[in-house]
């Protein structure tokens, strides 16, 4: 079984991009803190496909703290000198978005409500 559940904060702003045949993908890295330890932390990539993806990158930012479950994933890519590089990472199964909006980030259809007495004729 591969199956991993992970909460942390994002350690800079998501980035989404799309794959060639259109896919939406969004990459970011989560700071995790161990339970046990040194207070040692992990920093791990995560990635997001489809509407998770921009989903992720419309909610998220750096600092936000979010809960990952997915599976963890390695691969293997030839770097330009010539050598095999392996990267692990985690695929995005669900993402929860744990932190709120700070003060002023409100929806700018909220702000730029009128208040009811100004609405009214009278």
């Known amino acids: 079984m591969n199956k991993v ?3 942390g904060n994002l350690t800079k702003d998501p980035e989404l991009s799309t794959t060639s045949s259109g896919i939406s993908v969004c990459k970011f890295t989560i700071a995790v803190s161990r339970r046990f330890g040194n207070n040692e932390t992990d920093f791990l990539p995560v990635i997001a496909w489809r509407g998770q993806a921009e989903n ?33 990472e985690i695929v995005a199964d669900e993402v ?27």
């Open 56 to 88: 992720c990158s419309k909610f998220l930012k750096k600092g936000s703290k979010a809960a990952i479950c997915g599976s963890i994933q390695t691969r293997s890519y030839d770097a330009n000198d010539g050598s095999k590089r392996y990267i692990t």
């Open 96 to 122: 929860q978005f744990l932190s709120t909006k700070a003060a002023g980030e409100e929806d700018a259809a909220i702000t730029e409500m009128k208040p009811i007495d100004d609405a009214l004729p009278f």
């Open 5 to 7: 559940l992970l909460i």
